[in-house]
């Protein structure tokens, strides 16, 4: 009787299924011909001649770049666009590119009143010339002087990026040196991970591997690199336990920190002769072939416990709701928010955003890593504390810090 | 040659869909087939898009005296190189070099970036309304709002400061979440659940297009060349 309502139930399925893609699958039907709209005829008039045409080299880059610049061309102007012509070494002039876009506002003559000429030759010096286009004549500049790009060492532009960053280093260093001082620093109650012990001592009473994946991020991930130290603290718990971890990489670069980690986590606990290189291993580079990869060792090996923490992207449901229909216990964890609801509907614990980086200090609770995420928290308070000042002084009507903000970004 | 890939595709849509059953032969065979497949293709591009643009034409250049700075190159193919040193039990060691400098130059160029993006931008984001909601107010916008659209948006514009700051005191670790600050992290999960509710059917959206794509490629494509 069960057996005929799930044939059933299959049918309607694949009926409302097979209808629904036909139905989407029609093409729509043909659009009528417009009526061609009458091209409007610019007034027949010459275009004014580019004035205070400079060339210079693009500041704070590698030196591959020049930007030529001009005067933005009044509105009764006549030019309907420009190109810019560039000649090497003294040499004939040669046209390089074009800005067409209509100049019907001021914005827009706005926007093309300079080219960043990214073509250039290293270590050689080229002159520029700027042809303004109209309806039915051009007009062309004066030939601008010989300019080479050079690199600069420094991006000036960053140096309130650079100042920001120095504030918060500052906050992490000093708290790391408070929580070396022996002080005690409070971290909360974090669910997922206090399922950590769970899910490894269930794989041990069930006698089942642990499968880890750091996901598809590379080495300089800040995802990935969160997740390498929770599978060290994790490894020294599997060490504990001697229960098998299985580690499949996306990543050959991951992979060898992997190993390194989880060796080193071995060694730690005294147990270098359980450790396995071979647990720890490479699939593909490729992010569905990975996925169907780890798929298939979930549903032949079964494990207990599964983690997901890095970077996950499509893949994340596949994996997920492979590992559910093992019945695994899986703890999630991204900073990737497009892949946080499927890992919170099918795993049994998700670690969002933020607390994935908190996850180590929480595991290991050593004093560098704690004084950290008090620093992190006080970087936190900071922006708490410039956001509510911002919005008061925004509706008074002064707006430095909205100013600062976007310098620093 | 058409037909027939056409028929090796389907072949392998239908493999992979029988996932859906459970695991079984005619899985494992695509499975593994694709996984060998994307390998030996990544090991390709990597010698042509890596290996030999990047490497060994400009130490070539340099040995047939084109260009001399190509030898600069040498410098990170060595710590390249001591990637293999895990073959050697006694020299594995040596993998640590370039781990460290791989995980410093990719920290180096991240943080910056997340700063940048993750925290001035929004903060800038969620502070900006208020100019708009003062300039309106004051008289001095450029385009005056009209009062329904700009009730509307002085709404927006608070609860996305409510959210940001309540959001923001979920991600308090060092804090123990009792009294106001409980309060207010419980509205912060809450607009999570909001803001992940929204992504879960936008993204479940994207994927029904995909397995329409791809029953379209089996009905049509498929099904139609054989009839």
């Known amino acids: 009787m069960k057996q005929k309502k799930i044939v059933l139930w299959i049918m309607v399925c694949m009926v409302m299924f097979i209808s629904g893609t036909i139905a989407f699958s029609q093409e729509p039907a043909p659009i009528p011909p417009s009526e061609p709209e009458e091209a409007e005829v610019p007034p027949s008039v010459d275009p004014d001649v580019p004035s205070n045409v400079t060339a210079k080299d693009t500041p704070n880059d590698d030196g591959t770049s020049i930007t030529v610049t001009w005067d933005i061309p009044p509105e009764d102007s006549g030019v309907v666009g420009y190109k810019i012509l560039r000649n090497t070494n003294g040499g004939d002039f040669e046209e390089i590119g074009e800005q067409l876009t209509p100049l019907d506002t001021y914005d827009k003559r706005e926007k093309i009143n300079k080219y960043k000429d990214s073509k250039i030759v290293k270590d050689t010096s080229h002159a520029y010339i700027v042809r303004a286009i109209g309806a039915n004549t051009t007009a062309e500049s004066q030939q601008t002087a010989a300019v080479m790009a050079k690199a600069q060492w420094f991006h000036t532009g960053e140096i309130p990026l650079f100042i920001s960053m120095l504030i918060f280093c500052a906050a992490i260093v000093g708290n790391v040196y408070y929580a070396k001082g022996g002080k005690d620093i409070f971290v909360r109650r974090i669910p997922g991970l206090e399922a950590v012990d769970e899910a490894i001592g269930r794989a041990t009473e069930m006698g089942r591997s642990i499968l880890y994946s750091t996901g598809l991020g590379g080495v300089s991930d800040v995802a990935t690199i969160a997740s390498m130290t929770i599978l060290g603290q994790v490894a020294r718990r599997t060490a504990d336990y001697e229960t098998p971890l299985r580690v499949p990489c996306k990543d050959p670069i991951v992979m060898n920190v992997l190993r390194e980690m989880v060796k080193s986590s071995y060694l730690d606990e005294g147990r270098p002769d359980i450790y396995n290189e071979d647990n720890i291993f490479f699939i593909t580079e490729s992010q569905f072939a990975y996925a169907a990869g780890v798929d298939g060792i979930m549903l032949r090996e079964k494990p207990a416990a599964i983690f997901l923490q890095g970077t996950f992207y499509a893949e994340s449901l596949i994996l997920a709701e492979t590992g559910n229909s093992i019945g695994a216990i899986q703890i999630a964890g991204t900073d990737s928010e497009h892949q946080l609801p499927f890992f919170i509907a099918a795993c049994d614990y998700t670690l969002i955003g933020e607390e994935l980086y908190a996850a180590s200090t929480y595991l290991s609770r050593e004093p560098m890593l704690l004084g950290s995420l008090r620093g992190q928290d006080l970087g936190k308070l900071l922006i708490f504390v410039t956001m509510i000042a911002g919005v008061v002084l925004e509706l008074i009507g002064i707006n430095w810090i909205t100013t600062l903000l976007q310098r620093v970004s | ?227």
């Open chain 2, 1 to 227: 040659m058409q037909v027939f890939g056409i028929w090796v595709a389907a072949f392998l849509t239908l493999c992979i869909y029988s996932f859906l059953y459970q695991d079984n032969p005619l899985y494992r065979f695509a499975e593994h087939l694709f996984v060998g497949i994307s390998v030996g293709y990544g090991i390709v591009l990597s010698i042509h898009e890596g290996f030999i643009p990047l490497a060994w034409n400009p130490i070539w250049a340099s040995l047939t005296g084109d260009s001399l700075s190509g030898l600069w190159k040498l410098i990170p193919i060595f710590f390249g190189l001591l990637f293999f040193a895990r073959l050697s039990p006694r020299h594995t060691w040596l993998i640590r070099y370039p781990i460290a400098i791989l995980i410093g130059f990719g920290a180096g160029i991240a943080i910056p970036n997340v700063l940048r993006a993750n925290i001035f931008e929004q903060t800038r984001g969620t502070i900006e309304p208020f100019s708009v909601i003062h300039s309106q107010t004051t008289g001095t916008a450029v385009e005056v709002m009209p009062s329904g659209e700009f009730t509307v948006f002085i709404i927006g514009a608070v609860l996305m400061v409510i959210g940001v700051i309540c959001t923001l005191t979920y991600f308090f670790f060092s804090v123990e979440h009792r009294g106001p600050i409980s309060w207010l992290s419980k509205v912060g999960i809450c607009f999570l659940m909001v803001g992940f509710g929204s992504a879960f059917g936008n993204t479940v959206m994207g994927r029904v297009t995909l397995l329409i794509q791809r029953v379209d490629f089996l009905l049509n494509t498929w099904i139609g060349s054989i009839f």
